[in-house]
């Protein structure tokens, strides 16, 4: 189990780092750290150089934090994540969540790439999370109980609505399309068959992927509001005539990165200007 001093001990690295206080993190999942082009860097540190941060190993999924401005706003970004698929235990792949509050952040934002179950999406579209249906088949918080935070995590708002609607302007403002639906997270590492994307729909799934929902579960334990947002970089096993490849998800997120660095900014910029 991570302790609450492992936890100190990178929050207060993190302090050190910069004099910057950002109250926003974002989590860059594929395809969307082209953002850091747009990112004006207080310090940088690899997670390999602090202590309990996971190893990340996926093309696309640098492992490095920053911390720095984006549209004029603090900004903490976890540039790549760990993933249950890599064989992590979720307790790695969401510690870096658990160092934000310890931080000082309140809000997060996670990003990922998914596959999309509803027939109206189209690759290279863009859809906030309104909900999830965790098929992972496990849970973050499965272990002893953490002194000081809730056992038994309400996630009837997992999704703050706030956030969410923040996202929703930043596309307006970027003439970008959003859509909103439900990510169904699922372990990974091989693509769902057609049945199983058949059988997701039928649960009220718009979206498929392989993360964020542990760290979503994680930052509601801990206090955070979060918002999460995907890019749909295929269309799911079956719901197209073809198959599917790791090549065709970085090709799409290739193709719309100028779209989601736009959203990401203006929705810092945006997180800014409500504060
Ligand atoms: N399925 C699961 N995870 C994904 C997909 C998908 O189709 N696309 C991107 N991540």
New binding site residues.
Partial sequence: MSSTLDLQIAAARLRKLSKLRPSLAMVLG?GFNHVLRQFTVDAEIPYAKLAGFPKTSVAGHDGKLFIGRLGGTPVLVLNGRAHFYEGHALEQVTFPVRVLPEFGIRDLLLTN???GVNRRFRPGDFMYLTDHINLMGTNPLRGPAIPGLPRFVDLTRAYDATLSGLLASAARAGKIKLRRGVYLA?S?PS??TPAEIRAFARLGADA???STVPEAIVARQCGLKVAAVSCI??L??GRSSGG?SHAE?LETAEKVKTLAALLLKNFARLYGQNQ
């Fill in positions: 594929s790439a998914a596959g699922v990974g693509y769902e498929v992927g392989m970089t295929n799911a096993a599917l998800v």
